[in-house]
């Protein structure tokens, strides 16, 4: 088995990674590539109707079967 080094195992920590474009649930997401905003929702992303640009979910995505979804 392969051992990273210590700087390749550190957990990501998001308040360091900069600025990122998600979908936020609950949220009017507008397309960062056409400025639509009709989305095709999967279960980890989310993916404009018109150009397919595709975002992460900003609560990491995964949705219960149980619970329906509200957009
Ligand atoms: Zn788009």
Do not use: K
């Not at 279960?43 to 397919?52: H, N, P, V, W, Y």
């Amino acid at each position: 088995m392969r051992v990273l080094p210590a700087e390749h195992t550190r957990a990501i920590e998001p308040g360091l990674m900069g600025y990122r474009i998600m979908y936020h649930r609950e949220e009017a997401n507008h397309c960062p590539g056409c400025g639509n905003s009709n989305w095709h929702i999967g279960r980890l992303s989310a993916q404009c109707a018109f150009c397919d640009t595709s975002l992460p979910f900003a609560d990491g995505g995964i949705i219960s079967m149980a619970s329906p979804l509200h957009i």
